[in-house]
């Protein structure tokens, strides 16, 4: 069964600060897709990434940048010199290519940037 | 502009009266799916639907139901609603094929009382 887990509930920094979304999963299936949401308190999910299985490539995007490694079953998310803006909750999601009607949500993680 | 509505955004309403929450997608896509929000639980999947007349339950299917009769409706109805249902709700789509990201509407949030 799939399963993600996101073991920081909350996490709180001062602005500029770079700070790290832990994202742990769980599938049985070879091939499989990981997705990062933002929700920000307008309360709207915004896509961020999608990583499949076959893809260890790292991926930067401006500020953002991704840690995605197999071996550790791990699916990381960097925010580099923190902004205000970036306050939200982070879920982090796992899709099997077997079970493709499924998406299952880690807890999410409330990230607090302050002034 | 591509997007996925809802309706209503807000809604608080007593025990067993029934209701209905729309949704409708203009992406002309196959896939959509129904998911509630609530606090440390993520989202789970309540339904969802690989196309037209074609439904089948997620994670927690009890005490909703779904149809599916055109491609871009697929309304969520709770027959009789108690106040475990009172959640934030998001209806999402996405293309069949290699799993894409799923455009999630901006949410209901139900109040049942």
């Known amino acids: 069964a799939q399963k993600v887990t996101q073991a920081q509930t909350e996490i709180s920094v001062v602005e500029k600060e ?3 979304l832990d994202c742990v999963y769980e599938t049985r299936d070879t091939t499989y897709y990981l997705f990062w949401y933002k929700q920000p308190p307008s309360g709207e999910l915004v896509f961020l990434i999608r990583r499949n299985s076959f893809d260890e490539q790292n991926e930067i995007s401006g500020r953002y940048s991704w840690n995605f490694q197999k071996s550790t079953s791990s699916f990381n998310f960097t925010i580099t010199a923190s ?11 796992l899709s099997e ?3 493709a009607q499924k998406l299952v949500f880690g807890q999410g993680t409330r990230l607090t940037i302050n002034p | 502009e591509a997007q996925v509505t809802q309706n ?17 997608q203009n992406m002309n896509h196959e896939y959509m799916s129904w998911y509630r929000q609530d606090p440390g639980l993520g989202l789970r999947q ?4 690989m196309n037209v007349e074609v439904t ?28 475990n249902q009172t959640s934030l709700y998001f209806c999402a789509s996405r293309k069949t094929g290699p799993v894409g990201p799923q455009h999630f509407g901006d949410g209901t949030r139900l109040s049942i009382l």
């Open chain 1, 18 to 20: 770079d700070v790290t």
């Open chain 1, 83 to 93: 902004q205000v803006v970036d306050s939200a909750v982070y879920f982090c999601a």
């Open chain 1, 97 to 99: 290519e077997k079970g």
């Open chain 2, 8 to 24: 209503p955004r807000y809604l608080i309403t007593v025990t067993g009266k029934k209701l209905t929450v729309t949704c409708s």
């Open chain 2, 46 to 49: 309540i339904y969802y639907s």
């Open chain 2, 56 to 83: 089948d339950k997620g994670d927690v299917p009890e005490g909703y139901k779904v149809s599916r009769k055109e491609k871009r409706n697929f309304p969520l109805i709770l027959e009789s609603p108690s106040p």
